[in-house]
């Protein structure tokens, strides 16, 4: 997961998950491979049991998006193995479940800074405690971030909530706690992922593609 100012990388494995996270701004091409030979010194995935990468599809940071894309593409060619894409700002809720900010009956209001005064967002829920996407991605500026009427409680979450105070008095009004600092963490993709690879959801190195939302 390389979509923000994070770089992390886990492994997860026989249900136990090992992870390196780190704020790495404009570090992240230099650190993702170091954290991954930590982890798996020799680098031969099928030889350690791995079926699948999962990696952080965006939305996000443009070059942090890359990095992943082209790493998850070698990867994946070198080891003939699938790549399973999962939402970044899924992966940042459920990254404030594990930390217990937000509860499994929620709704969260995932948002990353996306520069230029706007903010990519989505809504997410939890199934059997998995996060995903209920409405979204959506790049725009704060101020025109639009959440139905029926949720009437949730929690905001990540980078995108520095421009809280833009966000429509309405909306304001529905939100329950505010995380601005909470970045998402590689080992939250682990359940998003899993739930994928029981779908069949799953891409050819070639099909290795960011979400850019723009």
């Known amino acids: 997961e390389t979509a923000t100012e994070a770089c992390s990388v886990a492994l997860y494995r ?3 998950c090992e992870e390196r996270h ?3 701004p ?5 650190r993702v491979f170091s954290m991954l030979r ?10 350690h049991g791995i079926d699948a990468i999962a990696w952080g599809n965006g939305p996000g940071s443009f070059t942090g998006l890359r990095i992943a894309a082209s790493a998850v593409q070698g990867l994946a060619f070198a080891n003939r193995l699938p790549a399973v894409g999962v939402s970044t700002l899924a992966c940042q809720a459920q990254t404030a479940l594990r930390l217990g900010l937000v509860n499994r009956d929620e709704v969260v209001l995932s948002m990353l800074d996306a520069r230029i005064n706007e903010v990519y967002y989505a809504l997410c829920g939890f199934t059997r405690g998995v996060a995903e996407v209920q409405q979204g991605p959506v790049a ?4 025109s971030v639009a ?3 029926s949720v009437t409680s949730m929690a905001a979450v990540g980078s995108g909530c520095r421009f809280i105070e833009e966000l429509t008095g309405e909306l304001r009004s529905r939100l329950r706690v505010t995380a601005p600092d909470l970045l ?4 939250d993709l682990v359940p998003g992922a ?3 690879l029981a779908r069949g959801e799953l891409q050819r190195p070639q099909e290795v593609q960011p979400v850019y939302v723009r």
């Open 22 to 24: 780190e704020e790495a």
């Open 26 to 30: 404009r570090k992240h091409n230099e």
């Open 140 to 143: 725009c500026g704060a101020g």
């Open 147 to 149: 959440v139905d009427a």
């Open 14 to 16: 026989q249900g136990a």
């Open 38 to 47: 930590e982890l798996l010194p020799d680098g031969n995935l099928r030889a």
């Open 194 to 196: 899993l739930a994928a």
């Open 184 to 187: 998402p963490s590689a080992r």
